[in-house]
């Protein structure tokens, strides 16, 4: 850990074991004093800067968050933009060398971080706000939002309605799904198709065959949906979380093409972690990050970006985020992932990809 820093090393060393003892699973207390967050944003001050990945501005109005670490604390920021893999991969490949100091990963990837040692614990003063199913025990990592896998169809190009799995693939629509193995929201648009077709966590064979069928039609696109496929309308539909599709179709010049919808037949609900990385260079910023992700404002920026946030039942929203999202009716179909299960299927998920629907691809 940095310890240059405007406490002296004495004093910091105090604040920061007082912190560690209460963030990282202390049975006495579940959340920091005041106090001690005080040492923390000092210290912070201190580093003067967080580098983050998979966490832009357009992702769950990251922007905000970012701009108001600035606004507060003084914390200059840049963000390189990674699937969930990536960032795990570039934290492993530089060890103690780390240049990055906080990820945003998806809900499986959580558990896989900690287990390959990149990962630094700490729980927000919130803490004990979380529900238990969406965090580590230790601190390691807790889901920030939530994110259910959803439709966007281009109702210009789509004859047809598509409002269901099974009707999707029974349609003839260009289908963009994103990266397979490498990106949790695709990894969870497979999984919602294997639910729709009667499959779960541990059976994806349906799921599977169907989207090598339409590979082999040539109506598979395996990118990650971003608004500048869905302006060029490079697909018909595009598969991805519910706050994107209506971040990115309300970034459209043409957004009146674009419907909205969960698919009626199975879907599900997971959603996305931070992880500290356990040799960041500004640990301490990355520290008061979470604690701002987790805060009121934290959780009400990540609303303005069509985000459920994960202390939802303890916040009042206004009425303009509320009308951002999608009525609760949408949402019969979905279940949350069960994320044990998940991440053992997630592990050879990738390997079955390639070898089932790509290597057909036309």
Do not use: C
Not at 43 to 55: D, N, V, Y
Not at 121 to 139: L, N, R, Y
Not at 231 to 249: G, K, T, Y
Request: no cysteine.
């Amino acid at each position: 850990m940095n310890l240059h820093l405007h406490l002296n090393r004495r004093q910091f060393a105090s604040a920061a074991a007082a912190l560690v003892a209460t963030t990282a699973g202390s049975p006495a207390r579940a959340q920091a004093t005041a106090s001690e967050l005080a040492a923390l944003e000092k210290a912070a001050r201190s580093e003067g800067k967080i580098s983050s990945l998979g966490m832009p501005d357009g992702w769950a109005n990251w922007k905000d968050t970012w701009a108001e670490l600035g606004r507060r604390y003084g914390l200059a920021h840049v963000d390189s933009d990674m699937n969930s893999a990536e960032e795990i991969a570039k934290m492993l490949a530089e060890g103690r060398n780390g240049t990055v100091d906080i990820g945003d990963v998806g809900f499986e990837f959580g558990a896989i971080a900690r287990q390959r040692g990149v990962t630094a614990a700490f729980k927000p003063s919130t803490w004990a706000q979380i529900p238990a199913w969406a965090k580590d025990a230790d601190g390691h990592w807790a889901l920030a939002y939530t994110g259910t896998v959803a439709f966007a169809v281009n109702t210009r190009r789509v004859a047809s309605p598509v409002s269901s799995w099974k009707t999707l693939i029974a349609s003839k629509a260009r289908v963009d799904i994103g990266e397979v193995g490498r990106a949790a929201q695709a990894n969870a648009a497979v999984l919602a198709a294997a639910l729709a077709l009667g499959g779960d966590e541990s059976r994806l064979d349906a799921a599977l065959q169907a989207f090598a069928q339409m590979a082999q039609q040539g109506r598979l696109l395996s990118v990650n949906p971003t608004p500048a496929l869905m302006e060029r309308s490079e697909a018909d539909v595009f598969v991805m979380w519910d706050f994107n599709a209506l971040a990115f179709r309300d970034q459209l010049p043409n957004k009146a093409d674009y419907a909205v919808l969960i698919p009626g037949d199975g879907s599900v609900t997971s959603g996305y972690t931070t992880i500290i990385n356990a040799h960041a260079p500004h640990p301490n910023a990355a520290r008061l990050a979470r604690e701002l992700i987790f805060s009121d404002a934290g959780q009400l920026n990540l609303a303005r970006g069509y985000a459920r946030p994960i202390r939802v039942d303890h916040l009042t929203l206004p009425a303009d985020l509320q009308a951002r999202l999608l009525p609760a009716s949408q949402y019969q179909a979905a279940r949350p992932i069960r994320n044990l299960d998940w991440t053992a299927a997630t592990k050879t998920l990738g390997s079955r990809w390639q070898s089932t629907v790509l290597a057909n691809s036309k």
